[in-house]
């Protein structure tokens, strides 16, 4: 085995094993609480610019199954956990993780406490760090090489390159891509809905020449403000008096587009086990998350915008409800997988909002 070490731009080194490619990679550290779905969690491109971390003990123990993945590659930087199984057994299992991160020269590192790092970046913040096999003499040498590490404009690295359509006898969806997962679209199109998939840049012009019946808004990864671009197409949009349903880094840029501001969160929301509370209904859904940065619902008005979700735990908004207009937005995924499916009922609301079944 080949150690590795995991060094955090506060000075904190934890020592492992390789897993992976062997590479140096300089990322921002994040943890996920997730206990399933690694390899969704692994294909999900909001973690582009990201190094994971898994929180669960073990991971791997039912392989790789390739018809589980949101994407055509895995996106985050590095991927770091406590004990990797390197004998996966499930009937569906076509590879390990160790193969999987080889092949798409993805570098990682097993065997450290991944508790005490998750607690450091509760109590400190998510930081930037390095996941290396070399034996740095002076860390703090590469420290300033590790705090200036930026995400900087992934969506443009993740989103689809060419129009794409699922085709269907339903209403005709467009989806803009910011980094979507699969499932989105799949969710709509097992609604029967005829989905237009356009890359991130597309412009409103080219979206509403189309003439949809519903706007679909993506996950994404990075800052939101980062995309100023697509923000001015957004508010198109907005404008246009279409059906548009928003989830996660589409919800923040609608938001913004609207007038309303983003902040960062101190270590994100990012798992398969977060409360959130519907406020009309009071009822509490158990959702999927990946987010970093969340709407600032006190810098939006009321007459824009009305506050829809809340999250239990931390009071952070999770949806708007946007005023006058057949728009809402989520900041969590309805169309989770593996799971919770708790909230997956949002699509048949916007199946609503575009004038009911078809």
Request: charged residues 25%.
């Amino acid at each position: 085995m080949i150690k590795a070490f995991l060094i955090l731009e506060d000075g904190h080194v934890f020592e492992g094993t390789s897993i992976g490619s062997k590479r140096e990679v300089i990322s921002e550290i994040v943890f996920n609480t997730s206990m399933t779905g690694y390899l969704e969690v692994l294909t999900d491109p909001s973690y582009a610019g990201q190094a994971v971390v898994m929180t669960y003990p073990l991971i791997g123990n039912y392989g790789i199954c390739f018809h589980d993945m949101e994407s055509q590659r895995p996106w985050p930087d590095g991927y770091i956990v406590r004990e990797l199984s390197r004998m996966p057994s499930n009937f569906r299992c076509e590879g390990s993780i160790q193969n999987f991160l080889e092949k798409h020269d993805i570098p990682g590192i097993a065997g450290i406490d991944t508790r005490a790092l998750t607690k450091l970046l509760r109590e400190k913040g998510t930081m930037n760090g390095m996941i290396t096999t070399r034996e740095y003499d002076c860390v703090e040498e590469i420290l300033p090489k590790i705090k200036d590490y930026t995400v900087g404009d992934v969506v443009e690295k993740v989103t689809c390159t060419e129009k794409k359509v699922l085709e269907g006898n339903g209403y005709r969806v467009a989806l803009l891509d910011l980094g979507a997962k699969d499932h989105i679209a799949k969710s709509l199109h097992d609604r029967g809905c005829e989905v237009m998939i356009y890359p991130a840049h597309t412009t409103a012009e080219e979206i509403l020449a189309a003439a949809p019946h519903g706007i679909m808004l993506s996950n994404g990864p990075g800052d939101p403000k980062r995309c100023a671009q697509i923000i001015q197409e957004i508010r198109k949009l907005y404008e246009a008096d279409l059906p548009i349903f928003a989830i996660c880094l589409g919800h923040q840029l609608m938001a913004l587009a609207a007038g309303a501001d983003t902040y960062k969160l101190k270590y994100g929301h990012r798992g398969g086990n977060h409360p959130v509370k519907d406020l009309e209904t009071g009822r509490v859904y158990i959702t999927a998350q990946n987010h970093g940065y969340v709407v600032d619902a006190d810098a939006l008005s009321e007459q824009i915008a009305a506050p829809a979700f809340i999250n239990v735990n931390d009071g952070t908004n999770e949806g708007l409800k946007y005023t006058g207009k057949k728009i809402f937005t989520v900041q969590f995924h309805p169309e989770a997988c593996p799971g919770p499916q708790d909230s997956g009922y949002l699509f048949d609301r916007f199946l609503e909002m575009m004038g009911g079944d078809r």
